[in-house]
Each structure stands twice: as structure tokens, then as C-alpha cells.
């Protein structure tokens, strides 16, 4: 099983920026996605942004187009989650996932299965 440890979240007024760490521990299969997802309280776990681990191929949820980035850096095996021009509606648990297939709408945010990291807090607020 791989483990998924995210870093970076915080709290950040509008406009501001964060960047999110996720490093994982053991192998992700080639052909494999790594994702990041949110969940607000009272909202789905939603996927933001996912990257390919095999070419590098990105997409993201609508709404983060344009603010956020997704990338790799395969030789930490960390996937960054690069987010500008923060909204209050950003304010969300962020969680790092990976799979050979994401959804864009999930029921694993928070519960601790495998694959899943346990998540890092992110707050938009002036």
C-alpha cells in the first residue's frame, strides 16, 4: 500500500496563495492518477486536480482552473498542489489521493482508507 502524508494548508486571506505537499511512501503504479480532493462541511469531497504519473497529464475541477497548478516531483515522489488567488469558497479539508482511476465526486474524504491521506486544513478568511 502506498501512504499519502499532506503538508502546506493553512489559513490565508483572499487572494493569497498556498502550496500544498503531498509525499508518498512506496511505488505508484505507472499507469496510476495522483489527485488532490477537498470536502467543506456540509459539501462533497470533490476532486480539484489530478496528474498522470506517467506523462504528467493534469485536469482540473472548473472552478480552480486558471488559479491552481498541479505538479510532480518525481525524485521526492511529492505531487504540489500550487493555489493563487484564494476564495473563501476554497476553505475546505484538502486531501491527496491515488488510483488508477478518479472520480470527480468521491465518498473517501476523511475516512482513512487506503490510498487516502488523512488530509491538511485549508482557510480562506480576512
Known amino acids: 500500500q502506498v501512504q499519502l502524508v499532506e503538508s502546506g494548508g493553512g489559513l490565508v486571506q483572499p487572494g493569497g496563495s498556498l502550496r500544498l505537499a503531498c509525499v508518498a511512501s512506496?511505488?505508484?503504479?505507472?499507469?496510476?492518477?495522483i489527485g488532490w480532493y477537498r470536502q467543506a462541511p456540509g459539501r462533497q469531497c470533490e476532486s480539484v486536480a489530478t496528474?498522470?504519473?506517467?506523462?504528467?497529464?493534469?485536469a482540473y475541477e472548473p472552478s480552480v482552473k486558471g488559479r491552481f497548478s498541479i505538479a510532480r516531483d518525481v525524485a521526492k515522489n511529492t505531487v504540489y498542489l500550487e493555489m493563487n488567488n484564494l476564495r473563501p469558497d476554497d476553505t475546505a479539508m484538502y486531501y491527496c489521493?491515488?488510483?488508477?482511476?478518479?472520480?470527480?465526486?468521491?465518498?473517501?474524504?476523511?475516512?482513512?482508507?487506503?490510498?487516502w491521506g488523512r488530509g491538511t486544513q485549508v482557510t480562506v478568511s480576512s
Open positions: 489521493t491515488t488510483g488508477g482511476a478518479l472520480l470527480s465526486i468521491s465518498e473517501s474524504c476523511g475516512k482513512g482508507y487506503d490510498n
Open positions: 496528474i498522470a504519473v506517467t506523462g504528467g497529464g493534469t
Open positions: 512506496g511505488i505508484i503504479p505507472s499507469g496510476h492518477l
